[in-house]
């Protein structure tokens, strides 16, 4: 299994609303990221988890805010977005780098604040 | 800080054919990784083809291979007998050993002409 799987694949929400962005692996990997990647534009890293260790961009906005309740799963709770927050919110994960160094990505949720 | 640059924001081949994709980047570390990752309009990042800082030898997957030279810091991707498949966003991407970000340059989107 080297999947990374996001859900929701879409999500539409308004800025007072209160949701949650999941992402799961099973591959064993020890860091999981967020990135958020708007149209024609690199992702840019917003979190990494290492062991469950989290590490943070430091220009992320606080209404982001990451979990990861084990080593297999992270979410990101998102609360009173703005539109300007509407992208592709992709998850990755990553294995120790002397056994492996690239990151494997999910599909993506498309988040669109109204 | 370390940068990724792709100077090409776009480039068209005609299937068949053979194209090259370039990449800078800076950094004053001795060992880390490089890679080249795919993005097509399905939206999933999918690795292409990666290379170890410390290995001479340029790496080759199939098609793909790559063009590493260290004191240059440059990392071009060839892509040999272009399918229409090879249509995508390509990202240049970045990750020092010693920690878990990986950093990514702006992307070429790459056009194949039939």
């Known amino acids: 299994d080297t999947e990374v799987t996001q859900t929701p694949k879409h999500l539409v929400m308004g800025m007072t609303n209160k949701k949650s962005l999941k992402c799961e692996q099973h591959m064993g990997h020890r860091a999981m990221y967020w990135y958020k990647q708007k149209a024609k534009k690199p992702p840019e890293l917003m979190f990494v988890y290492s062991y469950e260790k989290l590490s943070i961009n430091e220009s992320v906005p606080s209404r982001f805010s990451p979990e990861c309740p084990n080593s297999s799963l992270l979410n990101l709770h998102l609360h009173a977005l703005q539109p300007e927050d509407s992208a592709l919110y992709l998850c990755a994960s990553s294995q120790e780098t002397i056994l492996g160094s690239e990151a494997f990505f999910g599909q993506g949720t498309r988040l669109t604040v109204v | 800080a370390q940068t990724v640059t792709q100077s090409q924001p776009e480039m068209s081949v005609q299937e068949a054919e053979t194209v090259t994709l370039s990449c800078t980047y800076d950094t004053s570390e001795s060992d880390y990784y490089l890679f080249w990752y795919k993005q097509p309009p399905s939206r999933q990042m999918i690795l292409v083809i990666r290379?170890?800082?410390?290995?001479?030898q340029n790496a080759t997957e199939n098609r793909f291979s790559v063009n590493f030279q260290k004191a240059a810091k440059s990392f071009s991707l060839k892509i040999s007998d272009s399918q229409l498949g090879d249509a995508a966003m390509y990202f240049c991407a970045y990750r020092r050993r010693r920690d878990d970000k990986i950093i990514f340059g702006k992307g070429t989107r790459l056009h194949i002409l039939p």
């Open positions: 290379q170890e800082a410390y290995k001479q």
